[in-house]
């Protein structure tokens, strides 16, 4: 089955760095393209990044534009987000995200989201 991990978060001062990791089984990785998405309490999920299949391709919410970076490495089938210079406002939970076409459905697949909390 479609499995989806993250991982990296935690504490981490504004200005400082933190690289967010998504471990994915259960699908072909390198076939599908891949997101991040956060969410803040009191607030609804939003889209962070995205990148295609090959990692040839990327975009991101303005809102983090020059300072988060997303990236792929199909080999380990890992995706990744550098968030550099974060901000208090990045405070949320981030979730990694598939849309997998297995059998006859296609189906959104979520990690278990990892909490990153900015703060000096």
């Known amino acids: 089955q479609v499995q989806l991990v993250e991982s990296g978060g935690g504490l981490v001062q504004p200005g400082g760095s933190l690289r967010l990791s998504c471990a994915a089984s259960?699908?072909?990785?390198?076939?599908?393209?891949m997101n991040w998405y956060r969410q803040a309490p009191g607030k609804e999920r939003e889209l962070v990044a995205a990148?295609?299949?090959?990692?040839?391709?990327?975009n991101y919410a303005d809102s983090v534009k020059g300072r988060f970076t997303i990236s792929r490495d199909n080999a380990k089938n890992t995706m990744y987000l550098q968030m550099i210079s974060p901000k208090p406002e990045d405070t949320a939970v981030y979730y990694c995200?598939?849309?997998?076409?297995?059998?006859?459905?296609?189906?959104?697949?979520w990690g278990q989201g990892t909490q990153v909390t900015v703060s000096s």
């Open positions: 995200n598939a849309l997998v076409a297995l059998g006859g459905d296609i189906d959104d697949y």
């Open positions: 259960g699908f072909p990785f390198s076939n599908y393209p």
């Open positions: 990148i295609t299949s090959a990692g040839l391709s990327t």
